[in-house]
């Protein structure tokens, strides 16, 4: 089972890949090309610094560069399948996951497409908070101050590329690339509706991936 999850910033693609990760155990593991990237800038290495600033702006970083990043985690994976969450972001990477994957001898199962309405992720990205121990998400509104819920840490950060103008930047450089990905993948995408609550979106994300089983 080796599945994609693509949809704007903050429409949740990060925390839909981490539940499907847990409830699928040992069967795929989630490959964060944003999360990888962001741990090379906190880590201050060579890659790090090339892209610290980039990541800024909400533009993308250069396709060598991240394509390299992703080939380095596909090669050391454990499970037999993955769920990649920020990757392919155009056509020239989905292109090269193609080749690279065909040499693996395997292909793409499923994209998972997250849609949600644009209001609704303005407010969850304005209000987005990121534990700096564990990173797991929360929201402002519902934080108040309190110990993150997994490690216990006081210590939460917001996101640099969370300002509003970046996030409306970030969103125009989506709509390009996102229909592009559409177009590519063709049946292979399952739309999901992303403006649900967080339980009930990863009810529906599994049942479509257990269908594709049977
Ligand atoms: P994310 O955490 O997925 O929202 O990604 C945060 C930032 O990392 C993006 O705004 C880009 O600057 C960079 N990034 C993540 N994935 C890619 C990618 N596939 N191609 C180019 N840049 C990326």
């Given at each position: 089972?080796?599945?994609?999850?693509?949809?704007?910033?903050?429409?949740?693609?990060?925390?839909?890949?981490?539940?499907?990760?847990?409830?699928?155990?040992?069967?795929?593991?989630?490959?964060?090309?944003?999360?990888?990237?962001?741990?090379?800038?906190?880590?201050?290495?060579?890659?790090?610094?090339?892209?610290?600033?980039?990541?800024?702006?909400?533009?993308?970083?250069?396709?060598?560069?991240?394509?390299?990043?992703?080939?380095?985690?596909?090669?050391?994976?454990?499970?037999?399948?993955?769920?990649?969450?920020?990757?392919?972001?155009?056509?020239?990477?989905?292109?090269?996951?193609?080749?690279?994957?065909?040499?693996?001898?395997?292909?793409?199962?499923?994209?998972?497409?997250?849609?949600?309405?644009?209001?609704?992720?303005?407010?969850?990205?304005?209000?987005?908070?990121?534990?700096?121990e564990c990173g797991s998400v929360s929201n402002a509104r519902f934080h108040d101050g309190?110990?993150?819920?997994?490690?216990?840490?006081?210590?939460?950060?917001?996101?640099?590329?969370?300002?509003?103008?970046?996030?409306?930047?970030?969103?125009?450089?989506?709509?390009?690339?996102?229909?592009?990905?559409?177009?590519?993948?063709?049946?292979?995408?399952?739309?999901?509706?992303?403006?649900?609550?967080?339980?009930?979106?990863?009810?529906?994300?599994?049942?479509?991936?257990?269908?594709?089983?049977?």
């Amino acid at each position: 089972m080796n599945l994609l999850i693509f949809g704007a910033p903050g429409s949740g693609k990060g925390t839909q890949a981490r539940l499907l990760e847990e409830s699928m155990r040992g069967v795929i593991s989630v490959i964060s090309l944003g999360d990888l990237l962001r741990n090379e800038v906190a880590s201050g290495t060579e890659v790090g610094l090339e892209v610290g600033s980039i990541m800024r702006t909400g533009e993308l970083v250069g396709d060598p560069l991240v394509c390299e990043v992703i080939l380095r985690q596909l090669r050391k994976m454990e499970t037999e399948g993955f769920l990649l969450d920020g990757f392919p972001r155009n056509l020239p990477q989905a292109k090269f996951l193609t080749v690279v994957l065909e040499l693996l001898g395997k292909e793409i199962t499923a994209v998972l497409k997250l849609d949600v309405d644009t209001d609704v992720l303005v407010d969850r990205l304005l209000a987005r908070m990121v534990c700096a121990e564990c990173g797991s998400v929360s929201n402002a509104r519902f934080h108040d101050g309190e110990a993150c819920g997994k490690c216990g840490s006081t210590n939460y950060a917001r996101r640099d590329d969370d300002a509003e103008a970046v996030i409306r930047h970030r969103f125009s450089v989506y709509e390009v690339w996102a229909a592009e990905l559409e177009h590519y993948y063709g049946e292979k995408v399952l739309l999901i509706d992303g403006n649900r609550p967080m339980d009930e979106v990863h009810a529906d994300i599994e049942h479509k991936v257990n269908c594709l089983n049977n």
